[in-house]
């Protein structure tokens, strides 16, 4: 039997989970497992700035490449600082494990020094956690850390390790499987309930497919377009599904809720059946929940049973990962439709279209006017390929980037969607950069945001790890703003920013980036097409947008998804959608 440390067990470990980078920053009682890491592992360690960003950069990872994200942080304000990006994770179902040192066990509830319950704060946002007290332990709970966080539904695990346990010796063991006998996620669908969700689908005549994340954490991407095209069932992709679907098919109507395409928004509210497919029935896509999707049917597929009927009765729930669920789903429909193909439903996809024809996302960019964010995106998108990873902070930026950024593959699309997590798009970024050194990172990001985080860009500059940084500079928080102006009488409370301090391209010069401003509709090109040019250090590119400049359509807090707001005009296309023909 080897003998080693709790420390260099846990490292082995991690190795053989598959790890290769870790994101951090040191302390006290984490400091038994950075000394193995000089020259005893090929673990890369990556030292950011703050604990925060080191979880979001975890989350990047994983977002990026389906693979569990690593973060670490010493005890008490360590472990506390990694609270909002566990808390992300959770919402989101993102796959990490996050490691804190803590106190020597003989001194933890006295509350020594650098001490805090980690354990007991992050239960409720994490998916499972660990106290670890017997070195003996270490490596079966890793085992189990990541077996839980990548499995059933994705989500962050911590593990607390004592200094004194990482310090003590223990005989090296290596468990080949992972008994947790109350842990058995259902992942594949029941055929019974299959048929039946099939049957209902080729009874509709108004199908919609509701995409969720649960299709891109699930690797579905592919089962889900073969069922949309064997069936000609339009597909609508919710904030965190975006690209699970290519937004160039026809048959895609873009994204749902409180700031999606009218067309996506009222083909839900229209449909006689929802195929909801990992997706939770989020308040930001429902609307009032008594008023959403009224004359629909539900079939709902989703791999944690608490999704089921939590917040909308399902007429089929089928529990699964959406992957094998899917698949399903287009054997039987191929089964049954055989040569005859798909039902009629033209006058339906008619319907669609012409919603799409007069209702589009829209903006007045002209040329001697204030520069638009929408155009700004737009450009950004039309000058990268699609390999390229979009990531993006939380408010205005992030709505004008899932709107007017065209997504054509899974994994190319990383925000923070539950938690509204600001400052989680430098981080994030670097983390995704990470993961895919080959694909470009660009982050759309507010200035609001920026500069939660922006400390970040330090670490991309020292780890050489480039990405591209777009600020939509409003000198607001703009999401705030605009509603105080539509709500609140345009009373103005706490919002302004001021869009010259910090000076961002002076900012990004002493973090070792280049800074870039951007102040008229006609040097949008040339500086983006800079940008992109620069491939050996991260790129900030301030855009000095119009401050008045606000996201529509919207749905108001709280509002039936019928009140949609096609634009600051206030105007409707009809007071109820049943003024509107299906044909």
Sequence with gaps: MTTLTGARALLKALELEGVEVIFGIPGGASMPIYDPLVDESPIRHILCRHEQGAGHAAEGYAWATGRPGVCMATSGPGGTNLVT???????????????????????VGNDAFQEADITGITMPITKHNFLVKDPAEIVRTVREAFHIATTGR???????????????????SWPERVSLPGYRPTTKGNQRQVVEAVKMILASERPVLYVGGGVIKANASEELY??????????VTTLMARGAFPDSHELCLGMPGMHGSYTAVTAMQRADLLVALGARFDDRVTGKLAAFAPHARVIHVDIDPAEIGKNRAADVPIVGDCRDVIAKMVAELERRQGEAGPPDRSAWLAQLREWQQRFPFRYDQRPDGPLKPQYAVERLRALADDDTIVVAGVGQHQMYASQFWRFEKPRHWINSGGLGTMGFAVPAALGAKVGRP?????????????QMTAQELATSTTE???????ILNNGYLGMVRQWQELFFDQRYSGVYLDPNVPDYVKLAEAYGAVGIRVERPDEVDAAIEKAYSITDRSVVIDFRIDPSEGV????????????????????????????????
């Design 226 to 235: 073969r069922l949309a095209t064997l069936g000609r069932l339009p597909v």
């Design 552 to 583: 529509f359509p919207m749905v108001p807090a709280g509002a039936s998804n019928d009140d949609i707001i096609l634009g600051p005009e206030a105007i409707r296309p009809t007071s109820d959608p049943e003024e509107a023909p299906i044909a």
């Design 154 to 172: 994705p989500g962050p695990v911590l593990i607390d390790l004592p200094k004194d346990v990482l310090l003590a010796e223990t005989e090296w």
């Design 438 to 450: 080959d694909a470009r990172v660009v982050a759309i990001d507010g200035d609001g945001c920026f």
């Design 464 to 470: 050489k790890i480039p990405f591209v940084c777009a």
């Design 85 to 107: 990006p566990l808390a992300d994770a959770k919402m989101d179902s993102v796959p990490i494990v996050a490691i804190t040192g803590q106190v020597p066990t003989p001194v």
